[in-house]
């Protein structure tokens, strides 16, 4: 890996580990869209799937207390089941398909969520199985999985604290069941790296967190929120354009 592209790759890394800690699931909305970039849409997801297990656990032990077991159980068997599709669209689906898949979804979901605060809240087991079987699907597919839980937690009016205490440890099974999954369907999109890089990924996540925590005590979450569609907008969008261009002929 060129230098220039693993100092991109850990950037990236660190503003979603940072995001991660501030609003609870922003690692993958700012990350994978930048990951797609710089490995490729598959093997760049399969990264995103890693890097977002490790931020999850890191960050469920300050927020454990938090977490909502009952929607968790819910939300990740149905997300469970949607795992499965996704990994059969990865072995299929041509790479430069599924990089602009990869940017459609999050600026369509990112949209969409914006646009759910003006709904009334919606309750019940049934919203959740759809939103849980989507987020599946998407997670698998595009490694960000946070906004189908988006637009449920706004559509429910679900507390922000429970909201993203919970979803780390949604989070952290949906993106061991999705590396499995997608390990057992296509073994070539794992991620081949050296050693350093590893460790500086580690480096980065951690590092990320920790800047997350210091920021969190001065940044408003509204104002994280807004950073991160910001940000998760930008890289959507160079993946959507990438994938165009090299579909063309």
Not at 58 to 86: E, T
Not at 95 to 122: C, D, N, Y
Not at 230 to 239: K, Q
Request: glycine share 10%; net charge positive; charged share 10%.
């Amino acid at each position: 890996m060129a230098v220039a592209v693993a100092v991109l790759l850990m950037l990236a890394i660190f503003v979603g580990a940072a995001m991660q800690r501030l609003t609870g699931m922003g690692f993958a909305l700012v990350a994978a869209p930048f990951l797609v970039l710089l490995m490729g849409p598959v093997t760049g997801i399969v990264l995103v799937n890693v890097c977002g297990v490790a931020a999850s656990l890191l960050v469920l032990f300050r927020v454990f207390r938090h977490v909502d077991w009952k929607k968790y159980l819910i939300l990740v068997s149905a997300a469970l089941v949607g795992v499965v599709p996704g990994a059969v669209v990865v072995k299929y689906v041509p790479g430069a398909w599924l990089q602009v898949g990869v940017g459609l979804v999050v600026l369509i979901s990112l949209t969409v969520s914006l646009r759910m605060k003006s709904f009334p809240p919606e309750s019940g087991v049934k919203p959740m199985l759809v939103a849980g079987a989507a987020s599946g699907v998407m997670n698998t597919t595009a490694g960000v999985g946070g906004p189908a839980m988006s637009v449920y937690a706004v559509a429910a009016k679900w507390d922000q604290r429970s909201f993203a205490a919970t979803m780390q440890p949604y989070f952290l099974t949906l993106g061991i069941a999705s590396v499995v999954a997608k390990y057992v369907a296509a073994p070539s999109s794992m991620p081949v790296m050296e050693p350093w890089e590893w460790v500086a990924v580690g480096a980065a996540i951690i590092a990320g967190l920790v800047a997350g925590e210091v920021l969190a005590k001065s940044i408003a979450p509204s104002k994280a929120r807004i950073l991160m569609v910001v940000l998760a907008y930008g890289g959507a969008t160079a993946a959507t354009i990438t994938g165009i261009v090299a579909l063309a002929p």
